[in-house]
């Protein structure tokens, strides 16, 4: 579909998003995440397209806000945790069977009061170890008070559910949780890592952020590689994980089959 169709495209509905969800048009993009310095694939992301017939492929970015604000999200959540993890029982059996999968968790879905219990169910119907389930959380979507003083996040850890901060280094008060939470992993967020040689500055940062996540203990992933001058930056500066364009786009599930089956060979 072309911008300009879109452009013109009507607003997206509630009404729309409910037929939507009801004809199963919300489809999960996978997008590999790898060790900078072996190169082996460790997880995917589950990142959520619309496939409207009208609208074409919509991102995510677009249709969430109107998820969230209308309450249907909550709705959505439990279709999330089932379709993707029954996608990953997939991968294992295809024979990939270390590959963790990280959803992506609003903090409005973390409020919803049975939220643990969805992926507690999700977990057991596709049989599939909690320690291969991370979530990840935006810090600056407003991890509030509210949430930290809730139970929700020992009740991940008692589960065994890992914890990663997405978009690192874009929120404000992130030192508080950094210390409270058990987090597994830090995601520096793309706009560092793009503008590595733009801007000195953004190296100084990145460099910190890397030193900082190691000092705590997590192990630091950098987000939207898309060059290998920057792979090689990042990888030079002990950044231990990567994800990008340059390694793999988000693909469908079959292609992500392909794609690791491929790679696999070739190693
Ligand atoms: P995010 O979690 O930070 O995901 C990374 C975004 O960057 C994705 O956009 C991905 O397609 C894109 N990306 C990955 N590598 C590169 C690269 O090398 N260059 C560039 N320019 N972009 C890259 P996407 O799929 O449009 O998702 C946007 C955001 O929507 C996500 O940001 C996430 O916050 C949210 N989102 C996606 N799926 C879900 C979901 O299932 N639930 C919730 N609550 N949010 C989701
Ligand atoms: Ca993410
Ligand atoms: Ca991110």
């Given at each position: 579909m072309s911008i300009f169709s879109r452009l013109f495209s009507s607003k997206i509905t509630v009404d729309a998003l409910k037929k939507a969800l009801k004809n199963k048009e919300f489809v999960f993009y996978y997008q590999p995440e790898f060790n900078l310095k072996t190169g082996e694939i460790l997880g995917v992301e589950a990142l959520m397209r619309w496939e409207s017939n009208k609208r074409g492929i919509v991102p995510p970015n677009e249709f969430i806000p109107v998820l969230e604000q209308s309450g249907l999200i909550n709705d959505f959540t439990e279709f999330l945790l089932k379709q993707t993890l029954s996608d990953?029982?997939?991968?294992?059996?295809?024979?990939?069977?270390?590959?963790?999968?990280?959803?992506?968790?609003?903090?409005?879905?973390?409020?919803?009061?049975?939220?643990?219990d969805k992926i507690q169910d999700a977990l057991q119907s596709a049989y599939i170890n909690s320690t291969f389930l991370e979530c990840e959380i935006t810090e600056s979507k407003g991890i509030d008070r509210e949430l930290l003083d809730s139970?929700?996040?020992?009740?991940?850890?008692?589960?065994?559910?890992?914890?990663?901060?997405?978009?690192?280094?874009?929120?404000?008060?992130?030192?508080?949780?950094?210390?409270?939470?058990n987090i597994k992993k830090l995601k520096i967020d793309q706009d560092f890592v793009q503008g590595?040689?733009?801007?000195?500055?953004?190296?100084?940062?990145?460099?910190?952020?890397?030193?900082?996540?190691?000092?705590?203990?997590?192990?630091?992933?950098?987000?939207?590689?898309?060059?290998?001058?920057?792979?090689?930056?990042?990888?030079?500066?002990?950044?231990?994980?990567?994800?990008?364009?340059?390694?793999?786009?988000?693909l469908p599930l079959d292609q992500l089959l392909d794609f690791m089956q491929k790679k696999s060979k070739k190693d």
């Open positions: 990953l029982r997939k991968i294992h059996d295809a024979g990939f069977k270390n590959t963790k999968l990280a959803v992506n968790l609003s903090v409005v879905q973390l409020k919803e009061t049975n939220i643990v139970d929700v996040f020992k009740r991940l850890q008692d589960l065994n559910v890992s914890i990663s901060i997405d978009d690192f280094g874009t929120g404000y008060s992130s030192f508080d949780y950094l210390r409270t939470l590595i040689f733009e801007n000195p500055k953004n190296q100084t940062l990145l460099s910190s952020m890397i030193q900082l996540g190691h000092d705590l203990g997590f192990p630091v992933l950098a987000e939207g590689i898309e060059t290998t001058e920057q792979k090689n930056w990042l990888e030079e500066h002990g950044c231990d994980m990567g994800q990008g364009y340059w390694f793999s786009r988000p």
